[in-house]
DNA sequence: TACATATCTGACACAGTGTCAGAAAACGAC
DNA sequence: GTCGTTTTCTGACACTGTGTCAGATATGTA
């Protein structure tokens, strides 16, 4: 508040309390970031070719809202409240992750593993891999950082032979 | 300090600060987690067998720890000293990770891809993952935690074959 | 100008963290 | 036991962060 030009007193006319500022907060950060990863949670087509775009448009998203997602992930550690809020949007993709790997193991893309907890783990990590790389001035490059979290989600759900042919791909073309 | 006999100020006496009572749990903390990830970081023999074996540690410790574990990572990022604190513990997993990979690369076991994106993704996720899964009550189950763990990390590093084969492996034993 | 509505502010209350002088307890010598 | 010394503990205070509220100020309109 020191920094802005109102009162603290002004902004409780505008949020309830700071828990309800994250919360509008994170609903925005999650709407650009669901959108940005629909090709692989909703998509069809090649599904390595989808989780490259996902991950792109994610780690973009990111990598510009940085330190509001850091803000609003450090904010879950402390308010019981929002705490639960930012259970649900990271429950949210766990589920949608959740689904896709059911649908692409029916389809023998992805060898037959319990999804859920790899689902989880995998969402954890880009995650947390963003909010640290990002969350704070200096922020790490974007690009590394997504070929990393390409490389570790194709290797695990489509088999490691895709990372190489598809970098390959993109180095000849 | 309301749930104990003595008083905030006796506290005092014990501590310098919060801040000093975490460091201490943390560097408690860090000394197991160590241990129990040696066999990967510093061991000889099949890394797709060492790495089984670190991750089935660290996750027993962990699941043991958990609640100290999150109020330790939560602790981060409420202190700023302590922030840096939390930085380094998993800033040494990262250097110990990455040198782990460039020798395995040099020897062939492992793909040519930069090794430090990787490294610090994949500690992200283990790290988080453990918090999450393990912070709270009702806690996980250690096991599928663990085997989404080493799903991914072998299927990252070492290549997704191998997977498979020691899970058939283990089966048939 | 005068009234009504919208917006803002200072003062207060309460919780969390750290400090400090002095009280209480433990110990040792006689 | 009773001093004197050292260790340990406590209550009161100071400072910060969060939220509330009555009343002041600004804005719009007839």
């Known amino acids: 508040m020191a920094t802005t030009s109102i009162s603290r007193s002004a902004f ?35 599904p390595v070719a ?25 904010a879950a550690t402390t308010d019981d409240r929002f705490e639960q809020d930012w259970s649900d949007f990271l429950g949210a993709f766990d589920d949608a992750a959740c689904s896709r790997i059911e649908a692409d193991q029916k389809q023998g893309l992805i060898a037959r593993f319990e999804p859920r907890p790899v689902a989880f783990a995998l969402n954890r990590l880009d995650a947390h891999t963003v909010i640290e790389a990002f969350g704070k001035h ?18 695990t759900l ?9 970098s390959s791909n993109l180095v000849r073309t």
């Open 12 to 46: 409780y006319q505008y949020f309830e309390d700071i828990h309800q500022l994250m919360k509008e907060l994170l609903d925005m950060l999650a709407e650009e970031i669901f959108a940005a990863a629909k090709p692989w949670i909703a998509g069809v087509g090649d």
């Open 50 to 74: 989808l989780t490259h775009e996902s991950l792109e448009g994610m780690v973009h998203v990111c990598y510009q809202r940085g330190p509001f997602l850091r803000a609003i992930s450090d």
């Open 138 to 155: 200096p922020r790490s490059k974007p690009e590394p950082v997504h070929e990393a979290l390409v490389r570790i989600r194709i290797s």
């Open 158 to 166: 489509y088999g490691s032979e895709w990372v190489e042919k598809r």
